[in-house]
């Protein structure tokens, strides 16, 4: 039965949603550029995208007309079983602007990411048989909520309530680059996983040579070099792919939150030499690379891939950089660290108050674990308006 709902029946305990989330009062009824604005028509500044997905902001008129434009041909849907030319040709983008030879679609980060650990595996088995099966990921890492993606991510307690998770599943220590080479092993490992920069792990750029250290150590062991960069792909480090920052390339990279401007998708870069080790039936999704959403893929990598739109990104963060360079004199700051337009706050208190008296004051931001602020503003935010978002901030702290 329908019924009116109020906004606080819809987000309380008697919810028709599950309550797996606790979502903060506004509801949102509208939004343009890095504002949105919630039924009472209070504006709101986003410094949050959505958690990295909007990167061209709320209302994008490209986003709007490439799905117009796809709706306009009846075709929203085909499944895998036939093909269709977005997908193709956002493949052959993805490809033209990486390392990459080859583009597997799906539906979200955490489900590339259990695509990626399946052709590690697939790749694996002919060089080492079943026993090459592991995966190394690092400490703080987060790749999702699936059980493989679940078991990759370091966070005990979120695995504890659904063991047992996907086996050969194993941590290291990526400051102590020793840890990570006796985890990997020619004989039982598959792949290494990171992300170039940690998102949910609290904002932290791994080290050029640690990139470096992870693809000699993938190398010597034959085994793969998977980056995540669901979170910190797609122009969110000023560059397209982070990985280009150190100039280290892996075999397999994940990419989900922007890729199709609000609308889901994730997808799997792979080089030549792991799509060889692919075969029909190896791996599918019902719903991957359709193309409305490839359609709408399409622009969002456009636009982010013109070098003038990556050119602002780093001046940008080059603002934030120096704005939040100066915060460290705060006592409850304990440090501040990031990249483009992806930082993070470290406080000696939790982050979470902070954030709520952010939204009272009608700015959107959010944490990273306990004690981390995370800003993820639109990559299209105007100057202006992050310098209003973290004066806004300072203020709030
Ligand atoms: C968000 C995120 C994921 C999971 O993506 P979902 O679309 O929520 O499944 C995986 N890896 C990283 C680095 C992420 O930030």
């Not at 029946?9 to 919630?38: K, M």
């Not at 609290?202 to 979170?231: H, S, W």
Request: proline share 6%; glycine share 10%.
């Amino acid at each position: 039965m329908a019924v009116a709902v109020a906004p606080e029946v819809v987000v309380g305990a008697a919810s028709p949603l599950v309550g797996v989330y606790r979502p903060a009062a506004p509801v949102f009824v509208a939004g343009r550029g890095c504002t949105l604005i919630d039924e009472q028509g209070r504006e709101y500044l986003d410094l949050t995208s959505g958690i990295g997905v909007n990167a061209l902001g709320h209302g994008d008129a490209g986003i709007a007309a490439a799905l117009t434009d796809a709706l306009a041909t009846g075709v929203i849907h085909t499944s895998n079983l036939y093909r269709t030319a977005p997908a193709a040709r956002l493949a052959a983008e993805l490809v033209e602007h990486s390392f990459a030879d080859q583009v597997f679609f799906c539906n979200s980060g955490a489900e590339a990411n259990e695509a990626a650990v399946k052709f590690a595996r697939r790749w694996a088995r002919a060089r080492g048989g079943e026993a090459k099966h592991e995966v190394v990921a690092l400490r703080g890492a987060f790749h999702g909520r699936l059980f493989g993606s679940l078991a990759l991510t370091d966070r005990p307690s979120f695995q504890a309530p659904f063991t047992p998770l996907m086996p050969g599943a194993r941590f290291a220590d990526a400051t102590d680059l020793s840890a990570v080479r006796a985890a990997v092993t020619a004989g039982s490992t598959a792949a290494i996983i990171a992300e170039p920069v940690q998102g949910e792990g609290g904002v932290l750029p791994l080290a050029p040579r640690t990139l470096e250290a992870l693809r000699e150590i993938a190398t010597a062991a034959d085994a793969l070099l998977i980056f995540d960069e669901v979170q910190c792909g797609l122009g969110r480090t000023g560059r397209l792919f982070a990985y280009e920052t150190a100039g280290v390339a892996p075999d397999v990279l994940t990419l989900a939150k922007p890729l199709a401007g609000g609308l889901p998708m994730g997808a799997v870069l792979v080089t030549e030499d792991v799509g060889a080790a692919l075969r029909p039936g190896d791996h599918a999704t019902t719903f991957g690379g359709g193309p409305l959403v490839s359609s709408v893929a399409l622009h969002v990598v456009g636009r982010i891939a013109q070098p003038a739109f990556l050119r602002n990104v780093r001046a940008l963060g080059a603002r934030v950089q120096d704005v939040l360079s100066s915060w460290t004199v705060l006592p409850q700051v304990r440090d501040v660290r990031g990249v483009g337009l992806m930082w993070g706050i470290e406080l000696t208190t939790a982050a979470a108050p902070v954030v709520a008296r952010a939204l009272d004051a009608g700015l959107l931001v959010l944490t990273a674990g306990e004690r981390v602020l995370r800003l993820l503003p639109p990559l299209t935010i105007e100057a202006d308006e992050l310098e209003r978002g973290l004066a806004l901030l300072r203020e709030v702290l």
